[in-house]
Nanobody, 124 residues
Framework: QVHLVESGGGLVQAGGSLRLSCAASVRTSSVGAMAWFRQAPGKERDFVAAISWNSGSTYYEDSVKGRFTISSDNAKNTVYLQMNSLKPKDTAVYYC?????????????????WGQGTQVTVSS
């Protein structure tokens, strides 16, 4: 079992930045890939970005390319999402997810373990 805890959400003005963190409770040798998803009010949960834990390969949803960066710190069992140039449409609850395999999936069913989510609100 992998327990994930997100932090770093909050309220920011449009154009600002936030960095989300996701700490995994087990050694990340048990995890092949991690990802961030987000869910806006009244909408489905959507893929944002993913990273392969061993290779460092990354994959982004088109609307966040060039603005968001996913990274990992193996020593801290933590994955990050640096969000720059934030827009009101980025407002959502952001969820961290993990899977044993290394493939970078972009669907919810690709991931076995989920955090509780952290709220990000971008004001105009």
């Amino acid at each position: 079992q992998v327990h994930l805890v997100e932090s770093g959400g909050g309220l920011v003005q449009a154009g600002g930045s936030l960095r989300l963190s996701c700490a995994a409770s087990v050694r990340t040798s048990s995890v092949g890939a991690m990802a961030w998803f987000r869910q806006a009010p009244g909408k489905e949960r959507d893929f944002v970005a993913a990273i392969s834990w061993n290779s460092g390969s990354t994959y982004y949803e088109d609307s966040v390319k060039g603005r968001f960066t996913i990274s990992s710190d193996n020593a801290k069992n933590t994955v990050y999402l640096q969000m720059n140039s934030l827009k009101p449409k980025d407002t959502a609850v952001y969820y961290c997810a993990a899977r044993p395999g290394a493939a970078l999936g972009s669907y919810e069913h690709n991931y076995n373990f989920w955090g509780q989510g952290t709220q990000v609100t971008v004001s105009s």
